[in-house]
Every structure is written in C-alpha cells, then in structure tokens.
C-alpha cells in the first residue's frame, strides 16, 4: 500500500482511517488530453484574429471550458475508502459504493465509460446489479485495503 495515503485521524470506534489511491493514467489518455488542449488553444488564436470580438470571447471560454474539464477529470480521480465506504471522485463526478455492499472485484479491461483513465481496471460489484469500473494506480494496495475492510470479499481475475 506504497502509494496510498491514509488520513491519520482514528475514529472513536477504534476503525482504520481513511485510505486514498489516485488513479492510474493510461498514456494515450495524456496525449488525448494534449491534443483537445492544443486544438482548443489553436482555436482561440485564430478566432481572435478572425471572428468579431464577442464570438471570439464566446468560443474561447468554451474552448477553456473543453480543456479544463478532462484535466479536471484527470488530475482529480482519487478512490477512497472510508470506514463505510468506496468514495470515487473525478473532477466534478462523484460515487458513493457502501462497503456492506461490496459482493465482488474483478480484473476488467472494458471500454465502457467509467472514472477509471486506465485500461487496467477493476470492476466493483456492489447492491443487486450496480457495478463500477475503477483503476487505482496501486491496484494491489487497494485490493489489499478492500479486502481488509470487506471480510470475505471474492476476487476473481476476468
């Protein structure tokens, strides 16, 4: 658990503190992310010296907007886990998966739309049928936490 920080405060109860693990970040994610912000900086500059002043000044906070956002998303994903909780955070996004609902983790390597920024991912099962796609840079370190937390935990590779 190298990579994760714990919050050094322990509750009354006598319960582990909180563990925080960033997300891993694929490196085509990072040249994606270059490219929507160098694009949207070429759009600006030719805006301005091509469109009239208020479509110049409109298009470039949507182009700010449009870069800082995956950065947001990016440099903001952290898993926590909490006393009673997975708290998932990425950028503005947020996800609350109770621990007593943990049924099962899986490796995954889906596609599908997640706060996960690597393909290496894990697949929380929680509830009924909810599911979470996740991808903590220290994977093992967090398995080892939520294992610790969730007694009887099933791990199962894809």
Known sequence: MAQARQHSAVSAAGSPPAAR??????????ALAGLSVAVGLAAVVYLARHAPWAAALTMALICVFAAVLPLWVMLGTVYELTEEALLVR???FRWRVPLSQVRRVTISRSVLSAPALSLRRLR????RAGSLLISP??????????RRRCPGLQVEPS
Request: charged fraction near 30%.
């Open 90 to 92: 990425g950028g503005p």
């Open 21 to 30: 693990f960033p997300s891993r970040i694929d490196a085509w994610l990072w």
């Open 124 to 127: 929380i099962e929680y509830g």
């Open 137 to 146: 840079r220290d994977e093992r370190g967090f398995l080892a936490e939520l």
